[in-house]
Structure formats: structure tokens, C-alpha cells
């Protein structure tokens, strides 16, 4: 099966998140995509490392709306700090009847030479890439695993979102209803 790793904290996951995954899923030839959160900074104070199962649960209300969609705790059990190109290896080694791939924003792809061992990620798996205003989407030619995907530009961000949540401002319509409803309930990033 093609499984498209979308990684990050969702902290929280919002619309955006949802409409790309989505539209991924509709127009390449993933089958799957698995939200893949991240854990916490092991070195951050324990009271945030208890929002790793806020965030996971937020993911998966989100994950089970989109049909192909997971949300994977797998990076949890992994050594940290977990970067990439191990936990491709070890989805590889786990899951050897699938093949992997990865999806990342336009942004995250003009640091991609940054990243550990990317050339590794690069030579073993596709990589589809979604745009994100203010950054072009340059693939050399002789990268064909390398895949530009034509994508809605959703400028939302969990960073944003946190904000206006301190300020007792309005989120609806910047995350689905349920995670709406769940920072609601448990009171999430009112202090921040």
C-alpha cells in the first residue's frame, strides 16, 4: 500500500491540516496518509508533555472524518529526538508491506538540504510537497521521486490558533467542529 507520512505537532491540527490531506489523498496515488504526531520536547517541563494526548486525540478526530486518513502514535516509541529519515526506517522495517512516502509543505521543502540525512529520504521514498504561500517549489529534474502537488493554499497556523485562544478569541471555521468543541471542553491553551 502507498502511505503518505504527514508529520507534525497538531498542536492543534486545524482545517488546513485536513483539506490538504484531503485533497492529497484525491489527486496522487497515496491510498493512506497517516497524520504522524510528533511527541513533545522531552526536555520541556512535564504538565506540556500531557498535551501529547490531547493532541493525538484532537488528530484523530480530525483523521477519522477523511476516509484513507490514520493519526499514528508510532514516533512516540522511537528514540528522541526522532527525525525523519529514522522514522521512515523504522515504519520500513515495521511495515515492510508498504511503501512510504512523504508530505511536506513548500516551506519545509527549502530547508529540506537541512535535514538529516536527506538525501537518504529523498533516494528511498517519494515526496509530495503541497504550497505554502511565500515559498516556490523548485525540484531539480533528476529528483523524480520528488512531486509538486497543486494544492489549496491554506494560511492557518497552530501557532495562530494557540494565540487567539489566549486572547479569548473566536477559532470556529480555523479548526473542525469536534477539535473545536474538545479545546473547548478541556479548556486547552486558555493560560498560553
Not at 505537532?9 to 504526531?37: D, K, R, Y
Not at 508530505?103 to 540525512?117: E, H, M, Q, R, V
Request: proline residues 6%.
Amino acid at each position: 500500500m502507498e502511505i503518505g507520512i504527514f508529520g507534525g505537532s497538531f498542536n492543534p491540527i486545524h482545517t488546513g491540516h485536513a483539506i490538504i490531506a484531503s485533497h492529497i489523498l484525491q489527486n496522487t496515488p497515496l491510498e493512506q496518509i497517516w497524520f504522524m504526531v510528533a511527541p513533545q520536547n522531552p526536555l520541556k517541563e512535564q504538565q506540556d508533555r500531557g498535551m501529547d494526548i490531547h493532541r493525538l486525540r484532537m488528530t484523530e478526530l480530525v483523521s477519522r472524518h477523511i476516509s484513507g486518513a490514520e493519526t499514528s502514535a508510532f514516533e512516540f516509541g522511537l528514540p528522541q529526538p526522532s527525525y525523519t529519515v529514522n522514522t521512515l526506517k523504522q515504519l520500513s522495517l515495521k511495515f515492510p508491506q508498504h511503501h512510504f512516502s512523504l508530505i511536506i509543505g513548500a516551506d519545509n521543502w527549502a530547508l529540506f538540504y537541512k535535514w538529516k540525512d536527506h538525501d537518504e529520504i529523498i533516494s528511498n521514498h517519494d515526496i509530495y510537497i503541497y504550497p505554502r504561500l511565500g515559498s516556490d517549489i523548485a525540484i531539480p529534474q533528476h529528483l523524480q521521486r520528488v512531486h509538486a502537488v497543486n494544492a489549496p493554499i491554506v494560511e492557518i497556523s497552530s501557532t495562530q490558533i494557540r494565540s487567539l485562544v489566549a486572547q479569548s478569541r473566536d477559532i470556529r471555521f480555523l479548526v473542525p467542529d469536534k477539535v473545536y468543541d474538545y479545546i473547548e471542553r478541556h479548556n486547552l491553551y486558555a493560560n498560553e
